[in-house]
């Protein structure tokens, strides 16, 4: 990509529609070679972004999921013991020293994500998804990969990237990552869309939508937003109420429409009975 405008053209083009800040980071992310640290509440279109990257570029992705207790053994690889231990059986009249380099050999290695992004062939985009949800220990793991594209096992020495990986961080910012961590990244923050921002949205992801729909959900979904939600609702979220109500045949939200379709919207019954209670007045179900 030549610019980071050429940039959000090709991104709205594979159905994500960056904002200027989306697109200069993405651009830059490309030119120095360099990964990206997404950061927001959920549901924000962290994650979608990493897909659009993949489809943009042509690139498989290959996704990390990461999770409380996450280690080496998942997320980068492990030797296929029964597969060594029947080996060793059958080799059972041979010395230790004599099978050993036998055992550890690339038949007996099981590729996790982040080994399989590094040995690929053709590059990848390599998405680490909530990286915020692994201890701090486990953040080490991702030091060697992010700054030399390389990785070391012990029983095969240094494996390097045969293309260097285009590489997406996503966190939900449920704890503070490492400096050495974000020192590797380019830093992106993805808030909640403002209304107009989400119209467009709504416009371009739901087919068949009116403008003056897509109007009334985005502002109406500003506003709940606004409330006091154990939580928010995400952009994915108000997708698919816009989706919703088209199937309902529904042109004009009201207190009505609101009160008998928060739930597709909200995840909580207190959130439901809160917006519910905040909608039902004459000047919410005018608007």
Excluded at 40 to 69: F, M, N, S
Excluded at 73 to 84: H, I, M, T
Aim: aromatic share 6%.
């Amino acid at each position: 990509m030549e610019s980071p405008a050429s940039v959000a053209a090709a991104l709205t083009a594979e159905g994500y529609l960056p904002d200027e800040r989306i697109a200069q980071v993405v651009y830059l992310a490309g030119r120095l070679q360099k990964p990206i640290l997404v950061e927001g509440p959920a549901g924000v279109g962290k994650t979608e972004l990493a897909k659009a990257l993949a489809k943009l570029t042509g690139r498989r992705l290959i996704r990390l999921q990461c999770y409380e207790g996450l280690d080496e053994s998942k997320a980068l690889y492990e030797w296929n013991y029964k597969k060594q231990l029947l080996r060793i059986q059958a080799d059972s009249d041979r010395d230790w020293s004599e099978i050993e380099d036998d055992i550890f050999a690339e038949e007996f290695l099981l590729t996790r994500p982040l080994l399989e992004a590094i040995r690929s062939d053709r590059p990848v985009v390599l998405l680490i998804d909530e990286v915020d949800r692994v201890e701090i220990e486990t953040e080490a793991l991702l030091l060697e990969i992010l700054s030399d594209f390389q990785v070391s096992i012990p029983e095969l020495g240094t494996i390097t990237a045969n293309s260097t990986p285009l590489v997406v961080l996503t966190s939900n910012n449920t704890r503070e990552l490492s400096e050495a961590l974000k020192r590797r990244c380019l830093f992106l923050h993805i808030a909640y869309p403002e209304a107009d921002r989400e119209k467009e949205i709504l416009l371009h992801r739901v087919p068949g939508i009116t403008e003056h729909l897509a109007t009334q959900i985005a502002r109406l979904v500003r506003s709940i937003r606004a409330l006091d939600l154990k939580k928010a609702p995400s952009v994915s979220e108000t997708i698919d109420w816009a989706r919703t109500l088209l199937a309902l045949s529904i042109e004009h939200v009201d207190e009505k429409v609101v009160g008998e379709t928060l739930h597709v919207l909200l995840k909580y019954q207190t959130d439901i009975e809160k917006a519910a209670k905040e909608f039902a007045t004459p000047a919410a179900s005018s608007s």
